[in-house]
C-alpha cells in the first residue's frame, strides 16, 4: 500500500529508538511516509527530553537523513491550555489525552491523510487512548501496528543508545486487527470537543440504528410462520422448544432457521464459513422483536 498522503504518529516515552525503528520498518515494507509527528508527555522530563532531542538529530531540515527520504517531522506534546501533561494521575489527565490525541486523527483524517499508528512507547494509556480514537475515525487503509523488537536489542538500544538495526535483527511491525468504524461513520469526526463518554455514547446510538436497520430489513423478507420462529428465537427458546410452542415439527423448525439465518449472512454480509446458530437469532432479534 503507497499513498502520496501518509503519516506516521508514533507514541513516545523515553525509547526514541521506538520512532526510527517502526519508520524503517515502514520505508523497508515500500510505505511512502511523507510525514512522522511524535506524541509525548511535557518535555520537561528528563527522558523525555533525552528522547526528542536524539530524535531531532535524525531529522535535519525536515530531511529523514538515515534513509535519505524528504519527509515532514513535528512533535506533540500532549496537553491543553494548562500546557503539556508530565504524567496522567487521573480521569481528568485522561480525557486530556484523548481530546488531543482525537483532534490530532480527525484532523488527518480531513487532510485525507493515510495514517499509520505505532503505539508501542510511552505511557500505555496514551496508547489505548489512541487505539480508542483510531477505532472511530480510522478507514480500511489506515493501519494501527504494534513494534516488535526481541528481548536482545530491547536491552542493545535501551534509551535510544541504538537507533536503527538491520533487517535480520527481528525488529518488526505487526499490525493488530480492529474495526475501523469511522468508516461507517463518518459523522464521528464532527464530534470533536466532545468529552469521550459522549462520543462512544454517540457511536453506541448510530450502531444499534444500524442494527436495527439490518434486522428490519430481514424481518421484511419473511413469511408470517418464519416471523413466528424468529420471534420465538428471540424470546430465548431452543429449537425443541419452539417446535413444541407453534406445534410444529422440529425438522420445520430447523428449514426455517436455515432461511433465516440465511438472510441474515446476506444483511450481516458473514462470510460464508462462519457458523451461525439459533443463539445468533436472539442475540440480533430480541430488541427488536419482543
Known amino acids: 500500500m503507497t499513498n502520496e498522503h501518509s503519516t506516521l504518529v508514533v507514541t513516545l516515552g523515553g525509547q526514541a529508538q521506538v520512532v526510527t525503528f517502526a519508520l524503517d520498518a515502514l520505508l523497508a515494507r515500500r510505505e511512502s511516509v511523507q510525514q512522522v509527528i511524535v506524541l509525548h508527555l511535557a518535555s520537561e522530563q528528563p527522558r523525555v527530553a533525552k528522547a526528542l532531542a536524539q530524535l531531532a538529530r535524525e531529522f535535519v531540515n525536515e530531511q529523514y537523513v538515515y534513509a535519505?527520504?524528504?519527509?515532514?517531522?513535528r512533535t506533540i506534546p500532549l496537553g491543553d491550555a494548562g500546557g503539556a501533561l508530565r504524567d496522567i494521575r487521573n480521569e481528568n489527565d485522561a480525557e486530556v489525552v484523548w481530546q488531543a490525541v482525537y483532534a490530532l486523527i480527525a484532523d488527518l483524517k480531513a487532510q485525507a491523510q493515510t495514517l499509520h499508528l505505532c503505539i508501542a512507547g510511552g505511557r500505555r494509556l496514551i496508547g489505548l487512548m489512541a487505539m480508542s480514537t483510531a477505532m472511530l475515525l480510522?478507514?480500511?487503509?489506515?493501519?494501527?501496528?504494534?513494534?516488535?523488537?526481541?528481548?536482545?536489542?530491547?536491552?542493545?538500544?535501551?534509551?535510544?543508545?541504538?537507533?536503527?538495526?538491520?533487517?535480520?535483527?527481528?525488529?518488526?511491525?505487526?499490525?493488530?486487527?480492529?474495526?475501523?468504524?469511522?468508516?461507517?461513520?463518518?459523522?464521528?469526526?464532527?464530534?470533536?470537543g466532545m468529552p469521550s463518554a459522549r462520543v462512544v455514547a454517540h457511536q453506541h446510538t448510530w450502531l444499534a440504528t444500524d442494527e436495527r436497520l439490518r434486522g428490519q430489513r430481514v424481518l421484511a423478507q419473511l413469511s408470517e410462520r418464519q416471523r413466528e420462529v424468529l420471534h420465538a428465537f428471540a424470546a430465548g427458546f431452543t429449537p425443541q422448544q419452539v417446535a413444541e410452542r407453534l406445534t410444529i415439527s422440529l425438522k420445520t423448525v430447523d428449514?426455517?432457521?436455515?432461511?433465516?439465518?440465511?438472510?441474515?449472512?446476506?444483511?450481516?454480509?458473514?462470510?460464508p464459513g462462519t457458523r451461525l446458530d439459533y443463539h445468533f437469532l436472539r442475540d440480533k432479534f430480541r430488541d427488536l422483536v419482543l
Open 255 to 271: 428449514s426455517h432457521k436455515t432461511v433465516i439465518l440465511e438472510l441474515c449472512r446476506n444483511e450481516w454480509q458473514i462470510p
Open 68 to 73: 535519505r527520504v524528504p519527509m515532514r517531522y
Open 138 to 192: 480510522f478507514d480500511h487503509q489506515d493501519r494501527l501496528w504494534h513494534l516488535f523488537t526481541p528481548d536482545e536489542w530491547r536491552q542493545r538500544a535501551f534509551e535510544g543508545a541504538v537507533m536503527h538495526v538491520t533487517p535480520d535483527a527481528g525488529v518488526r511491525l505487526i499490525q493488530v486487527p480492529m474495526a475501523p468504524w469511522g468508516a461507517y461513520f463518518p459523522g464521528l469526526q464532527a464530534l470533536v
